[in-house]
């Protein structure tokens, strides 16, 4: 079956440390890939998606991915943390080509510690 | 910046009983979506739409739910009625509707947290 993994409940990180949260998916075919971010009382906010070419991936607020297909993996990286990062962050996979149908991981809910 | 609308943000109702929420998707977004999201889990699609026609209803519960954008604009999802289970975060988010390379960006509201005790 289709699926898309998020092994991280919760994660919790100092600020200023470095950041990566794991994402796995188990597709016949390479989807589109994406990451969100959920703020506490907000909408999802698109952090950054991969669809072709340069497997690594830059998005806002400092954030990248890295597209793996040997491992079927697309973690989420960022250098060094603020206390702003601290929200929901959920990986998503797409297979219709054009983001209309997206499946989301369970989440990891990253909390900094000052 | 556009923002993707809904209201109310927050509903507690009993069992048994209607309730409603309404989106107001960004000016010019032809696609609108419905999610719900349950604590703890990411969001599932319940109903898309493109313009006023439904393209996926497959994971709506029919039978208590109905969903509608009448004029290709806004749009409404009602619960009738409303079940224990159904508590849960209901969120809208809407795209372009344009199809091409790399595909589209959702844009999501705020969310409608309902409480149904």
């Known amino acids: 079956a289709q699926s898309v993994t998020q092994p991280d409940i919760h994660i919790t990180v100092s600020e200023g440390a470095s950041l990566e949260l794991r994402c796995n998916y188990s597709y016949g075919a390479t989807p589109y890939l994406f990451w969100y971010v959920q703020s506490p009382g907000q909408g999802l906010q698109l952090l950054l998606k991969?669809?072709?070419?340069?497997?690594l991936v830059q998005g806002i607020k400092g954030f990248e991915a890295e597209f793996k297909r040997s491992q079927s993996s697309f973690n989420l990286r960022k250098p060094s943390v603020h206390w702003s990062d601290a929200a929901e962050y959920f990986c998503?996979?797409?297979?219709?080509?054009?983001?209309?149908?997206?499946?989301f991981g369970t989440g990891t809910r990253l909390q900094v510690t000052l | 910046e556009a923002e993707v609308a809904q209201s109310p943000r927050y509903k507690i109702t009993e069992k048994s009983q209607a309730v409603a929420f309404w989106c107001d998707p960004i000016?010019?977004?032809?696609?609108l979506y419905w999610y719900r999201q349950i604590l703890g889990q990411g969001p599932e699609l319940l109903v898309q739409?493109?313009?006023?026609?439904?393209?996926?209803d497959s994971q709506l519960p029919k039978d208590r739910f109905s969903a509608e954008r009448l004029k290709g604009v806004d749009s409404t999802l009602k619960i009738q009625p409303a079940e224990l289970g159904d508590s849960a975060m209901y969120l809208c988010?809407?795209?372009?509707?344009?199809?091409?390379?790399?595909?589209?960006?959702?844009?999501f509201g705020p969310g409608t947290r309902l409480l149904v005790l």
């Open positions: 991969y669809f072709s070419g340069d497997t």
């Open positions: 998503a996979v797409d297979l219709t080509g054009t983001a209309s149908k997206l499946t």
């Open positions: 988010a809407s795209s372009l509707g344009l199809a091409g390379p790399g595909g589209e960006t959702q844009y």
């Open positions: 000016s010019g977004h032809a696609t």
């Open positions: 739409f493109q313009d006023e026609s439904v393209v996926d």
